[in-house]
Structures are given as C-alpha cells and as structure tokens.
C-alpha cells in the first residue's frame, strides 16, 4: 500500500506514522494537514493523536536514494524508534529500515 502510495505522491513525498502492535506494524496513519513537498514532507505534530501504538514513520524519497537527511533523523529522533524510507522506483526491495538514532535494523515485510 506505501509503495502505491508513493507511486501516486511522485515525484512529491509521501508520508504516514507507523501503527504497531508489540513488533508488528499492521497500518499507516495518515496525519490530517500533512503536506507533500518536491524534497519533504512536513507533518503537523499537533494533529498527532495521542496512541502509544504509534511507533515511527514511513517516507518516500523521490530521488532513488532512501538514505535519511540531517532533517529525517531530527524527526527520527522524536517520534519513534522505527522509520522506514521508501525509494523511487517503490518496489518490494525499495525501502530501508533505521532505529532512531538513524543506524538501520532489519525490518521482516511478512
């Protein structure tokens, strides 16, 4: 569904929070206000719902490259411990997995 997602969004970002249940992320959660720019996406933290079953995030990155910049791993850093990049061209290998501090963890898709 995120790799649609970030199909449809190209060449902007797309961009949802990560819903857990233990070590299963089972749904995305879209904010309402998020906006989808060439080289970001900017979430409205206010409008973040109060669920500790939230666990990170999930971005696309356009330019093929799903390596985190100096602003990814500010947000890492302050709204989860797993974040996900996805990368243009959006296929099942596309994506990449960090922690919170921006070092990558393995992520099984089941």
């Excluded at 070590?23 to 500790?52: S, W």
């Excluded at 500010?74 to 990049?85: A, K, R, Y």
Aim: charge should be negative.
């Amino acid at each position: 569904m995120v790799m649609e997602a970030s199909r449809d969004s190209y060449p902007r970002e797309f961009g949802a929070f990560l819903r857990a249940d233990g070590d299963l992320i089972y749904e995305i959660a879209i904010l309402p206000g998020t906006i989808q720019g060439d080289h970001h996406t900017l979430f409205f933290m206010y409008m973040k719902p109060i669920d500790f079953s939230l666990v990170g995030t999930i971005h696309s990155h356009p330019s093929g490259v799903p390596l985190p910049s100096e602003a990814d791993l500010s947000m890492f850093s302050n709204t989860g411990p797993v974040h996900i990049i996805v990368a243009y061209p959006f296929g099942p290998e596309n994506f990449l997995a960090y922690n919170r501090k921006g070092e990558k963890i393995d992520l099984k898709v089941i």
